[in-house]
Every structure is written in structure tokens, then in C-alpha cells.
């Protein structure tokens, strides 16, 4: 087995900024930007005032699911 390493919370803090604040993070480990990808579900349209944003650093693997707020302000 290969060990599944992790980021850490304070680096998944760092990286929920600065991606609700309109950027891509990159991974802390890596220096490359996270990809988005989206996750299934059938949300659209429906309203949701959140939404899950999986994040993937394309270098390590490493990912991060986050929920985002949406729907009231920006
Ligand atoms: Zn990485």
C-alpha cells in the first residue's frame, strides 16, 4: 500500500481563502495549481445555497472537498 498522505488543516485553511476569494490555491507541497473537478450530484438549478468543490493537486494527488457557501453574497 501506498501511504495516502495528507494536507494538513492548516493547509487546507490557507488553500479555502484563498479559493473562495476567486483564486485557484496551488498545493503548499507542489507549487503547481490545484485542479477543479466537479462533483456529481445534480445540483444545478436546484437551488442549493451550497455547493462542493473538489480540489486536486495534479503533481502529488492530493485532494480537498470543500462546501461553499453560495447564494447570499460574494
Ligand atoms: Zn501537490
Known amino acids: 500500500m501506498i501511504e495516502q498522505?495528507?494536507?494538513?488543516p492548516a493547509?487546507?485553511?490557507?488553500?479555502?481563502?484563498?479559493?473562495?476569494?476567486?483564486?485557484?490555491p496551488e498545493c503548499p507541497r507542489c507549487r503547481v495549481h490545484m485542479t477543479e473537478r466537479p462533483i456529481g450530484g445534480g445540483s444545478f438549478g436546484?437551488?442549493?445555497?451550497?455547493?462542493?468543490?473538489?480540489?486536486?493537486?495534479?503533481?502529488?494527488?492530493?485532494s480537498a472537498i470543500y462546501d461553499i457557501k453560495r447564494g447570499t453574497r460574494n
Open 11 to 24: 493547509e487546507l485553511k490557507q488553500m479555502r481563502e484563498v479559493f473562495v476569494g476567486g483564486s485557484m
Open 5 to 8: 498522505a495528507q494536507y494538513t
Open 46 to 62: 436546484l437551488g442549493y445555497a451550497r455547493r462542493r468543490e473538489w480540489l486536486i493537486c495534479p503533481n502529488c494527488r492530493r
